[in-house]
Every structure is written in C-alpha cells, then in structure tokens.
C-alpha cells in the first residue's frame, strides 16, 4: 500500500505583480529522501521554500507538508518542520548551548528530555566541544551545523534548507554534507534543500527539481537524470541541456 508525500505541490503558482516568481509547479517528495531544488539566483527555490514554510501564502495552486495545508494549517505545518534560513540566524552574543537551549524552549520540548536533546544534537553535528563558545567565535561551517542542530532538537518530520553551504569553503562543505547524509540516515529525516551547486546536489540529493524563470522543467534522480540528457556528462551539464531546451540524447 503506498504511502502520501510528504511533501507534494499541486500547480502551485507565486506572483510579484506581473513577475511569476514559481509558476505552475508540481512536484512530491516521499519519506526519507533529500530532495534539492536546484537552478541560479532567480530560478524561484526560495521563494519556494518560503512557501513551504508557510512563511509566504501561494498566489494559486497548493502545497502540502507532512499532510497539512501550508495556506490553511500553517501552525500545524510549522510544528512539523525544521527551517535552515539562506541567512544565518543563530544569536552570535550567545553560546552554542544557550542558542540550542533557547530553541529547545521555543520548540516546547519537555524539561526532561533538553539536556539529552540537546547532547545529541551537539554530538551529531560535531559541536560538544564547541559548546561553550561564542557563536561570534565560530566559523561559518560551524555557524551552520549549529542551526541545523537546532532547527532539528524537536525531531521535524521535514528539514527544509535554504542553500545551508553557501559562504562555506570546500572543507566546510563536505563536513556539512556529511552531517546532513548522517542526520538523514540516523533520524530518518526527509530534507528539501535549494543549491545552485550542481557537485553539492549531485553529492547529496536523492533526487532533484530542475528550475528556470519560476517554471518546473524536470525531476527525477541524477544518475536518471544524467542518462537521459547527458551521458558520460555530469549534472551541470544536465541543467545546461534542460534549460536551453535541449532533447534527451540518444
């Protein structure tokens, strides 16, 4: 028996005055996969994570995750998702701990369990021995291993990330892709994240939405994705060929 998305757009639409910011676009996401959003500046992936969040109501069409309503349940799609923002938002005049602390009471999560919530996220981002450091102190790989820990303290059904590693130096970006693999291995959690780096989605992403100007132009997994518009090329080459209109080659 199959199971609904966990995540599923259904012809969703955002408008700016005449701009079509995400245009008509379809999309599911099933349980456990990373799925990215990938294209340049512009394409719509954050406008689209916004709307996932229920941070900004679609112009028409619908969107759902973990089975509510963005436009209609917003509270209830907001308790069942974790938010990395495309600008880092950890208080940098507080410590490592007292960020995750304080978004531990913000998550309302039980007394009981903060102290151990809190260790493992510390530990599984690879922050214990950071802990007691200013944020001000740590280094953009660091900064954002945090807010990945405290965007998952109460366990989201759904990680939504607005290009976690850009800023970050190669270095950095490996280590976060493998937290990121981790968490999704360890704790089951389905993440969508945008990027306008191919090696990152091609690295990280189960599967992965093409877009351009707003509008959806292909979905499916890299290596799919790379036999059908690009042998032997890499999915750089694969978002070339889709956005300049090219066919599949033979």
């Not at 990215?36 to 969107?63: R, V």
């Not at 308790?79 to 978004?103: A, F």
């Not at 093409?210 to 132009?217: D, F």
Request: proline residues 5%; charged residues 25%.
């Amino acid at each position: 028996m199959s199971t609904a998305p966990v995540v599923e757009t259904k012809r969703l639409s955002r408008r700016f005055g005449e701009v079509a910011a995400v245009d008509d676009v379809s999309f599911s996401v099933e349980a456990g996969e990373i799925f990215g959003l990938i294209g340049p500046n512009g394409a719509g992936k954050s406008t689209l994570i916004k709307i996932l969040t229920s941070l900004l109501p679609p112009s028409s069409g619908s969107a759902t995750v973990a089975g509510f309503d963005v436009a209609n349940a917003p509270k209830q799609v907001r308790k069942h998702i974790g938010y990395v923002p495309h600008t880092p938002s950890s208080d940098r005049e507080l410590t490592g701990y007292e960020n995750l602390l304080l978004s531990a009471r913000l998550y309302l999560i039980p007394r009981h369990e903060r102290e151990h919530r809190i260790e493992e996220a510390l530990v599984m981002m690879s922050l214990r021995d950071a802990r007691h450091r200013m944020v001000r102190d740590y280094s953009g790989g660091m900064l954002r291993r945090l807010e990945i820990a405290q965007s998952t303290l109460h366990r989201p059904t759904v990680l939504l990330m607005d290009e976690p590693t850009v800023g970050l130096d190669p270095g950095g970006r490996r280590t976060l892709w493998q937290h990121v693999r981790e968490l999704n291995r360890t704790l089951g959690t389905t993440i969508v994240m945008t990027t306008n780096d191919m090696d990152e989605a091609e690295a990280l992403c189960h599967r992965v939405a093409v877009l351009q100007t707003g509008k959806l132009r292909a979905v499916g997994a890299t290596a799919d994705l790379k036999a059908i518009f690009a042998p032997s090329g890499s999915l750089e080459d694969v978002y070339e060929t889709i956005t300049a209109g090219g066919s599949p080659r033979a």
